[in-house]
């Protein structure tokens, strides 16, 4: 599992944002109440299961999610940011 902000640039343990889980068994969590600044920074997390790689990106409107699900059909994850 390799979460990073959305332009590619740091790793999520090198923004300075609280993560609560970053683990493929548990996923991804950062709550935007336990930054200092009162919000998580926008990730994409990167998945290899079987060979393949998957991608969900916590910006995700209900469009891009029904993309991804169409894309690859019961293996969308959700990252919620709360």
Do not use: H, W
């Not at 493929?24 to 060979?51: A, I, L, S, T, W």
């Not at 059909?73 to 709360?82: A, G």
Request: proline share 2%; net charge positive.
């Amino acid at each position: 599992m390799q979460v990073r902000t959305i332009d590619g640039k740091t790793t999520a343990s090198k923004t300075g944002d609280v993560i609560r889980k970053m683990r493929p068994e548990y996923g991804f969590m950062c709550y935007n109440r336990d930054q200092r600044d009162g919000k998580c920074k926008n990730y994409e997390v990167r998945y290899k299961c079987e060979g393949k790689l998957f991608y969900c990106i916590t910006m995700a409107d209900l469009l891009s999610l029904q993309l991804l699900e169409s894309l690859y059909p019961n293996t969308l994850c959700l990252l919620i940011s709360i």
